[in-house]
């Protein structure tokens, strides 16, 4: 049975959590065999995963959420659906509200130790395309504020060290109030750039039972020294537009630094009841206990 989630050059924690978590709580499952593959953690559920799974006679869902496309995989009797994300996701594909439970990465809550030890009053996880584009200025602007920052392309366990010592995340990256919800840290989602897709939080925030209210922030750049003169001689009216960008980029700075400060002190914290995440993780361990017996059963190829 072969593991499928999105992976590109760049780790993105979201999608690096499926082999972290999965090997723990089901290891000696997983190999290169393609006769059967499993979608776990991520957006996957779209009309691209039959793409990705083509090899594949038999495919696993497990709390795999709809999105980033409008098309929706043609599932069928091959098809072994678990749970998904949320009602958003059982909706979209047709399926019974008993398979909408919540992201598996709640399943996080049984595998890692907290220490407790607060570091920071807040840090700040932005979304993976800002940790590429702008992760000298995002640092800066945290800096500035004594604010921790965690980026979504560090290891899993550094991620979530990070989120363990705050005590207030705000959080650009899905994955990263995700787990800060896990781990019991209260989270305020930011919101930055259209790369976001809001449907995947709605979802997961049904699931957990609380709204998704985003506060608005701008998108920053890093453009260094070296670039600006780069162009600029290359080209005086191309040099003179980089110009100007690198100064409305600075004001932008200024601005987010501002604008998450502004956040941290007058927003009230998201954090879902405790009852119900307990009630959704035990519901997780259920049909993951299932799975392990289809497959000690033979069930798969």
């Known amino acids: 049975m072969k593991l499928h989630f999105f992976r590109k050059s760049t780790p993105n924690f979201g999608d690096e959590l499926n082999p972290w978590l999965w090997n723990q709580l089901i290891p000696d499952v997983f190999d290169d065999q393609e006769t059967t593959a499993f979608l776990g953690i991520g957006t996957l559920l779209n009309d691209y995963a039959n793409i990705r799974v083509r090899n594949a006679r038999q495919v696993v869902v497990f709390s795999t959420g709809v999105g980033y496309s409008k098309g929706l995989p043609a599932v069928d009797e091959s098809w072994k659906i678990y749970c998904v994300r949320g009602p958003l996701s059982a909706q979209k594909l047709g399926l019974p509200e008993s398979l909408a439970v919540a992201d598996g990465a709640l399943l996080t809550r049984r595998v890692f130790q907290s220490k407790c030890s607060k570091v920071h009053r807040f840090?700040?996880?932005?979304?993976?395309?800002?940790?590429?584009?702008?992760?000298?200025?995002?640092r800066s602007v945290c800096q500035a504020l004594g604010f921790g920052y965690i980026d979504a392309r560090w290891p899993v366990d550094q991620v979530l060290r990070a989120i363990d010592q705050t005590e207030v995340l705000l959080a650009e990256a899905m994955h990263g109030a995700i787990l800060a919800d896990a781990l019991r840290v209260p989270w305020i989602p930011v919101h930055s750039t259209p790369s976001i897709l809001p449907f995947k939080w709605w979802d997961w925030c049904a699931s957990i039972q609380v709204e998704y209210q985003p506060q608005q922030i701008p998108a920053l750049q890093?453009?260094?020294?070296?670039?600006?003169?780069?162009?600029?001689?290359?080209?005086i009216k191309g040099g003179c537009k980089t110009v100007f960008h690198a100064a409305s980029n600075l004001i932008q700075q200024k601005y987010a630094t501002r604008r998450l400060d502004e956040i941290a002190k007058t927003i009230r914290p998201t954090l879902s009841k405790e009852k119900q995440l307990e009630h959704l993780t035990v519901e997780l361990e259920t049909r993951l206990q299932q799975f392990k017996e289809d497959v000690q059963a033979g069930y798969f190829f």
């Open 123 to 138: 840090s700040y996880m932005p979304h993976f395309s800002q940790s590429i584009l702008a992760e000298k200025k995002w």
């Open 222 to 235: 890093d453009l260094s020294t070296k670039d600006i003169y780069q162009t600029f001689n290359k080209d």
